[in-house]
């Protein structure tokens, strides 16, 4: 296992129903942690290279509804 880090920043503030779709992020095999930081706009995804890679990891953020810029 590779673990790798990788931040993306967003735009709008996710609403109620884009954080319950994120959270569905958390059981997708190779997710190890999400953490977002509001100030900054941003989300730091950590997760398993071997298994999935940054192209993967932002089509299932957009896919929750999240607005990555």
């Known amino acids: ?14 609403d109620e129903a884009v954080m ?3 959270d569905n992020i958390r059981e997708v095999y190779g ?7 509001e100030n ?8 398993d290279a071997t298994r999935l890679n940054p192209s993967i990891v932002a089509s ?7 607005d990555l810029k």
């Open 1 to 14: 296992m590779t673990s790798v880090e990788i931040s993306y920043n967003y735009g709008m503030s996710p």
């Open 40 to 47: 900054l706009r941003s989300v730091a995804v950590e997760y």
């Open 60 to 66: 299932l953020l957009r896919r929750s509804g999240l």
């Open 20 to 22: 319950r779709s994120i």
């Open 31 to 37: 997710i190890r942690r999400l953490n977002f930081n």
